[in-house]
């Protein structure tokens, strides 16, 4: 029996697992491009000291990645153990990418990865980097089609339901894989990526420094991570307000969240910069705004409002209301699936078959769902404001202290006066762990930002469970957390063991601790 119990501890499970997973991959995906800036440093000049930042910052990449491993595998089983229906309904949509992902890019990835670490004895200068470079690309194609498969999610375009299998199957791959969201959902997650990556290097490096230990290695190893972070960190600024732009066309109910818009503002829209949002009110405290600012960025235009949620939950009551016509048909067909006049009903309301789906968690008879049941429905297709409001904020705060720590030690790399800038490198060595707080909580936005749905507009989560027991789900999590956690533990304690040593790890007899023994 599938209880609101038994739906919370499943989605709590994969968002725990999805969580600890995503503490790896930005890493892996910042990482292998800065090696790839490196080893082309290397290669150009011939500087055995590039070698050995990418020899030295790829011990760490491989830690990571293999960390990033172990935590990623348990998800895909998830599909099948905890989300049969979801796996059942939109698998053959939803596996594609995912089985492209395993099957080309992760053994492209691994494949490149084993000559990167064992053929640099064995492979020319160029050749070396050239397995660095096709590394680098398998790890983002992985995320490529990963994120791909997300996008859909976001919108699913591409696919039609199957009235004789009652399941949703792909209609144009194509459509999928060059949507606006696949492209925008990928560009923006690996760049900021890249950005983790940066942060990663740049801190490790002003900690060298502090200690004035291998200063030319920490101080060129800062500089790569420092011009790269603050190129990505722009190309991730583009890419947001992209994604902005779609989930203001696409997802308003999301947009309303992460804005606290309770009512459709006059266009052009505001931008709230600060509020304590009352969803009890359905109001703001303290609300502190910008005008028009919203409405350019998320419309792109003077004249198209931006729906409050009050709006949008009364829209939503039309739409469930229709919703509810598309599953009173859907019923009649299976019981008649040939008869075409019931064939011809259903297709007239069947974009709305997912939003009369969301009333079989409220009431087992759908057909004489009552207007309060409806109201009650519509009412929960706006996802926790305050959760998405402030997690947007910390995203974007955490980005924009990243950027200015990008800045401020190109500046002082360029003018070669970094090592002496200790209030800056204590100021890098802190904010650390920036892109981890931004990635965590961007992806609260764009997943709890979509509830109801795990398909938007489609499939409810209430509905994409499997048949399981509560205590089963709670000790199966109870379990990824200990495993989880310990995995984390050594990740830390092997990264610091190695960042301790930097690149004296490396036994070439040139660095700090080969030479104060």
Same mark, same amino acid.
């Given at each position: 029996? $599938?209880?609101? !119990?038994?739906?919370?501890?499943?989605?709590?499970?994969?968002?725990?697992?999805?969580?600890?997973?995503?503490?790896?991959?930005?890493?892996?995906?910042?990482?292998?491009?800065?090696?790839?800036?490196?080893?082309?440093?290397?290669?150009?000049?011939?500087?055995?000291?590039?070698?050995?930042?990418?020899?030295? %910052?790829?011990?760490?990449?491989?830690?990571?990645?293999?960390?990033?491993?172990?935590?990623?595998?348990?998800? !895909?089983?998830?599909?099948?153990?905890?989300?049969?229906?979801?796996?059942?309904?939109?698998?053959?949509?939803?596996?594609?990418?995912?089985?492209?992902?395993?099957?080309?890019?992760?053994?492209?990835?691994?494949?490149?990865? &084993?000559?990167?670490?064992?053929?640099?004895?064995?492979?020319?200068?160029?050749?070396? %980097?050239?397995?660095?470079?096709?590394?680098?690309?398998?790890?983002? *194609?992985?995320?490529?089609?990963?994120? $791909?498969?997300? &996008?859909?999610?976001?919108?699913? /375009?591409?696919?039609?339901?199957?009235?004789?299998?009652?399941?949703?199957?792909?209609?144009?791959?194509?459509?999928?894989?060059?949507?606006?969201?696949?492209?925008?959902?990928?560009?923006?997650?690996?760049?900021?990526?890249?950005?983790? &990556?940066?942060?990663?290097?740049?801190?490790?490096?002003?900690?060298?420094?502090?200690?004035?230990?291998?200063?030319?290695?920490?101080?060129?190893?800062?500089? $790569?991570?420092?011009?790269?972070?603050?190129?990505?960190?722009?190309?991730?600024?583009?890419?947001?307000?992209?994604?902005?732009?779609?989930?203001?066309?696409?997802?308003?109910?999301?947009?309303?969240?992460? !804005?606290?818009?309770?009512?459709?503002?006059?266009?052009?829209?505001? $931008?709230?910069?600060?509020?304590?949002?009352?969803?009890?009110?359905?109001?703001?405290?303290?609300?502190?705004?910008?005008? %028009?600012?919203?409405?350019?960025?998320?419309?792109?235009?003077?004249?198209?409002?931006?729906?409050?949620?009050?709006?949008?939950?009364? @829209?939503?009551?039309?739409?469930?209301?229709?919703?509810?016509?598309? #599953?009173?048909?859907?019923?009649?067909?299976?019981?008649?699936?040939?008869?075409?006049?019931?064939?011809? /009903?259903?297709?007239?309301?069947?974009?709305?078959? &997912?939003?009369?789906?969301?009333?079989?968690?409220?009431?087992?008879? #759908?057909?004489?769902?009552?207007?309060?049941?409806?109201?009650?429905?519509?009412?929960?297709?706006?996802?926790?404001?305050?959760?998405?409001?402030?997690?947007?904020?910390?995203?974007?705060?955490?980005?924009?202290?990243?950027?200015?720590?990008?800045?401020?030690?190109?500046?002082?790399?360029?003018?070669?006066?970094?090592?002496? /800038?200790?209030?800056?490198?204590?100021?890098?060595?802190?904010?650390?762990?920036?892109? %981890?707080?931004?990635?965590?909580?961007?992806?609260?936005?764009?997943?709890?930002? @979509?509830?109801?749905?795990? *398909?938007?507009?489609?499939?409810? #989560?209430?509905?994409?469970?499997?048949?399981?027991?509560?205590?089963?789900?709670?000790?199966?999590?109870?379990?990824?957390?200990?495993?989880?956690?310990?995995?984390?533990?050594?990740?830390?304690?092997?990264?610091?063991?190695?960042?301790?040593?930097?690149?004296?790890?490396?036994?070439?007899?040139?660095?700090?601790?080969?030479?104060?023994?």
């Amino acid at each position: 029996m $599938i209880t609101p !119990e038994l739906v919370d501890l499943s989605r709590l499970q994969f968002a725990v697992t999805a969580l600890y997973h995503y503490l790896f991959v930005p890493l892996t995906l910042g990482l292998s491009m800065i090696l790839v800036a490196m080893e082309g440093c290397y290669v150009v000049t011939g500087k055995e000291i590039y070698k050995d930042m990418t020899r030295f %910052w790829g011990k760490l990449f491989a830690i990571n990645f293999a960390m990033g491993v172990a935590t990623g595998i348990t998800m !895909e089983f998830q599909f099948g153990t905890n989300w049969a229906y979801y796996s059942h309904y939109v698998g053959d949509i939803f596996g594609a990418p995912l089985a492209i992902e395993a099957l080309v890019a992760f053994f492209m990835e691994s494949t490149f990865a &084993g000559l990167f670490f064992f053929g640099w004895k064995r492979l020319s200068r160029l050749g070396h %980097w050239v397995c660095t470079f096709l590394m680098a690309l398998g790890t983002n *194609i992985s995320a490529m089609w990963i994120l $791909i498969a997300n &996008g859909w999610m976001q919108f699913p /375009k591409g696919s039609v339901f199957n009235v004789e299998t009652m399941r949703m199957e792909m209609d144009s791959f194509w459509t999928i894989i060059s949507s606006e969201w696949a492209q925008a959902t990928f560009t923006h997650t690996v760049s900021a990526g890249y950005m983790t &990556g940066a942060v990663f290097v740049m801190a490790i490096s002003a900690w060298y420094l502090l200690r004035k230990r291998d200063v030319e290695f920490a101080k060129k190893s800062l500089m $790569i991570a420092c011009a790269f972070g603050l190129v990505t960190s722009l190309f991730t600024i583009h890419q947001g307000d992209e994604s902005a732009y779609l989930v203001t066309r696409d997802q308003p109910e999301k947009l309303a969240a992460m !804005e606290a818009i309770w009512n459709t503002e006059s266009t052009p829209a505001p $931008i709230t910069v600060f509020a304590i949002p009352d969803s009890e009110a359905r109001t703001n405290h303290a609300e502190v705004k910008i005008p %028009w600012i919203l409405g350019l960025i998320g419309t792109r235009s003077l004249s198209t409002p931006v729906p409050g949620i009050n709006q949008l939950i009364e @829209r939503n009551v039309d739409r469930i209301t229709r919703g509810k016509e598309a #599953v009173v048909a859907l019923e009649a067909l299976r019981a008649s699936p040939k008869d075409p006049a019931l064939l011809a /009903k259903f297709k007239e309301v069947q974009p709305y078959l &997912g939003y009369g789906l969301l009333l079989r968690k409220y009431t087992n008879d #759908v057909a004489n769902a009552t207007p309060e049941v409806i109201q009650e429905a519509a009412a929960h297709t706006i996802p926790s404001v305050g959760l998405i409001f402030w997690s947007f904020r910390g995203m974007v705060v955490s980005g924009l202290l990243m950027i200015v720590l990008f800045l401020a030690g190109l500046i002082y790399s360029v003018k070669g006066s970094v090592d002496k /800038k200790s209030c800056y490198l204590t100021a890098a060595m802190i904010g650390m762990p920036l892109p %981890w707080i931004a990635n965590e909580l961007g992806w609260v936005v764009t997943e709890v930002g @979509r509830h109801p749905w795990s *398909i938007y507009g489609m499939l409810p #989560v209430d509905l994409s469970v499997s048949s399981l027991t509560a205590g089963s789900v709670f000790g199966s999590l109870a379990g990824f957390i200990v495993l989880y956690s310990c995995l984390i533990v050594v990740e830390v304690w092997l990264m610091k063991k190695f960042a301790g040593l930097g690149p004296s790890s490396l036994g070439t007899g040139r660095y700090f601790f080969e030479n104060h023994r």
